[in-house]
């Protein structure tokens, strides 16, 4: 079990720009989740799967947000054109979906400053 | 919609001191409840949990009940040291708004001096 990992750490970047983050989550994991938090704040949902499957979003996930998991194993999350108020960590958590109570695993994160 | 209402913080404490932090939350349904903390520059590790009401989690001294009746999951730890400071969340999932994915509180900063 190498747990979930994120790529990359720190991301900086100019407003604008196209930005993209991987996660490879728990091998066994089913279910893989996208957070953000920003500095003296809880994770803030923003999209989850069930396998390949993305069964929810969250109102925060713009249109300038899009997510994929493809074959149901890593995930990846794009930002298009930046703005400074995407800066945040983005956080990936994984989890075996299904059983109440089931805690989610979450990566280091990856920050991204939009500068 | 659902809501986890944690103490403000810095909590800022003397090693070997006692620790509270407070957390209620506000959900339709049957949610299980949980704690996480983060140090510094790192992800979420889970610290306990509890699924159902009057059950306790515990972990590594910290201990919280689930109160039902008072929608309450409060952190405590007998005697903290320095290596517990860091930032701590209340969380839940499994309730009507939420049931498939985690809510967390806005987390409490606990600084423990030496």
């Known amino acids: 079990d190498t747990g979930v990992s994120q790529d990359p750490r720190h991301k900086i970047t100019k407003r604008g720009q196209n930005v993209t983050f991987r996660c490879d989550p728990i091998?066994?994991?089913?279910?893989l989740y996208w957070y953000r938090q920003t500095l003296g704040q809880g994770p803030e949902f923003l999209t989850y799967?069930?396998?390949?499957?993305?069964?929810?979003k969250s109102r925060l996930l713009s249109d300038r947000f899009s997510a994929e998991r493809p074959k149901g194993s890593f995930s990846t999350l794009e930002i298009q054109r930046t703005e400074q108020g995407d800066s945040a960590m983005y956080l990936c958590?994984?989890?075996?979906?299904?059983?109440?109570?089931?805690?989610?695993?979450f990566g280091q994160g990856t920050r991204l400053t939009v500068v | 919609g659902d809501s986890v209402t944690q103490m403000e913080g810095p909590v800022t404490l003397s090693e070997e001191a006692f620790l509270t932090i407070n957390c209620t939350y506000t959900a339709t349904g049957y949610p299980s409840l949980f704690w996480y903390v983060q140090y510094p520059g790192e992800g979420l590790q889970l610290l306990l949990k509890?699924?159902?009401?009057?059950d306790k989690g515990s972990n590594k001294g910290f201990e919280a009940t689930y109160r039902k009746e008072t929608t309450s999951f409060h952190l405590e730890k007998g005697s903290v040291q320095v290596s517990d400071s860091a930032v701590y969340f209340c969380a839940l999932t499994g309730s009507v708004d939420n049931f498939n994915k985690f809510y967390f509180g806005s987390g409490t900063k606990l600084n423990v001096k030496p």
């Open positions: 958590a994984s989890s075996l979906g299904g059983a109440a109570g089931t805690e989610a695993f």
């Open positions: 509890a699924t159902k009401a009057d």
């Open positions: 091998s066994e994991h089913n279910r």
């Open positions: 799967f069930q396998n390949e499957a993305q069964l929810e």
